[in-house]
């Protein structure tokens, strides 16, 4: 199924199976069954999976994954029970919806370890042309890594409020957003284990907050 706001594409290039890291890059294990839901209402169904690295939206299309484009048309990706929202030229995904609505944007750096340069040592020129070639040739767009690439995948957070989204990276930065409830953040703080990395317990945090 093409997509009418699919503006890029890139086909997956095949490359040997043997020694494959698994996969990091992908918010999903596998592409699994989505919808688009556009702002005009109508709606298309696709597999889908989202792209941490490239921070894309992207779908199967027999055997070619190709990604969502044009974002400004597109009012929510839907996979499973999970809602997708188009920010800037990437997608958030919609965790809390409620007084305070809380979204995580999902990203991931990959680190290539170059090629050996002597006395142990690993060259960095090496290594921007083999990062280059593994975003040219389509290897991006696969469920796994050829062996050696490593991936750091991280979140941020955006919370809705005041009328505007704001962005946090540290549970630090979200208690400046919550003045007004300081007492309240701290006490919480003090009494659950909240965990940047753990989505859940910041959700039941933000929970708290608007009870109060």
């Known amino acids: 199924m093409y997509f009418s706001v699919v503006l890029n594409f890139c086909a997956a290039v095949g490359f040997s199976q043997t020694n494959l890291m698994p996969v990091t890059h992908y918010v999903f294990p596998e592409f699994t069954k989505g919808i688009v839901l556009m702002k005009n209402g109508n ?3 696709a597999i889908f999976n989202y792209n941490s690295l490239t921070e894309e939206m992207i779908f199967d299309n027999r055997g070619t994954k190709l990604a969502l484009g044009q974002l400004e048309m597109i009012d929510t990706v839907f996979i499973g029970f999970r809602k997708f929202i188009p920010k800037d030229n990437s997608f958030i995904e919609l965790v809390l919806k409620a007084k305070y609505s809380l979204y995580v944007a999902y990203k991931c750096k990959l680190n290539d370890p170059g090629k050996p340069a002597g006395y142990g040592t690993t060259s960095q020129t090496s290594a921007i042309t083999s990062y280059s070639k593994f975003f ?3 290897m991006v767009y696969d469920m796994k890594l050829p062996e050696g690439y490593g991936t750091q995948p991280f ?4 919370l809705y409020k005041d009328g505007k989204l704001n962005k946090f990276i540290s549970i630090r930065q979200l208690s400046k957003l919550f003045d007004e409830h300081e007492s309240v953040f701290k006490a919480y703080i003090k009494k659950h284990d909240v965990n940047y990395e753990n989505q859940s317990s910041v959700v039941e945090l933000i929970r708290s907050l608007q009870n109060n």
């Open 43 to 45: 709606e298309n169904e």
């Open 155 to 158: 979140i941020e957070y955006w």
């Open 136 to 138: 040219t040739n389509g």
